[in-house]
């Protein structure tokens, strides 16, 4: 059985995850989550991260892939990476679950650079895909391809490459946002 560590006030509190699934009226990770009964395929991709290793959607194709689209002016974006973290940090160990934070519309001279730093001022040690503008078509390849025009943009790709969930925004509440996400996740491993 799968367990969550979470804390909300001091102390730890480990829930068993089959707790934590059930279905709700509201979306919390997002302003609305979509689900669709035709599954569309997700577009394959391939990004460099900070270090300047290469990440190709199809190479975790057998595995649950969460997407999450931000940008470091992004307050939405910033405001949401404790519970996304939380999430992740859940999955650590399970080869089965991919987490990948998809920077984006990022407006300074050497965005790469900017993210090593303001992930190095955080504290924040997720892995980072940088999806950078194509100066010659002035677009951000795989935002454009996911047909993304506001962020944070979070997608869930089931283990067979199909988009499961797809939402943008941020409602604010952490310990709402983490019960969704496992959730959502754990519909995708199971279809």
Known sequence: MLFLSLVFMPGWFVIPIS???KDTDRAYFTD?????DKPEKAPDFTLQD???NTTSLSELRGKVVVLDFWATW???CIKSFPAMQIAMDNYGSDPDVEFLFINT?????????????????RGL??????????PETNKHPVLDKYGIR???AKFIIDKDGF?????TGFQGDDEAVVRELISLIEQARNK
């Open 163 to 167: 988009i499961s969930y797809q939402g």
């Open 32 to 36: 609305q989550v979509k689900t669709t």
């Open 19 to 21: 707790y934590l699934i």
């Open 125 to 134: 040690t997720f892995p980072v895909l940088m999806d950078l503008k194509n």
């Open 50 to 52: 900070l270090d300047g």
């Open 105 to 121: 519309w990022e407006q300074r001279a050497n965005p790469t650079e900017w993210v090593q730093a303001f992930m190095k001022k």
């Open 150 to 152: 506001s962020i944070p």
């Open 74 to 76: 992004c307050v939405p």
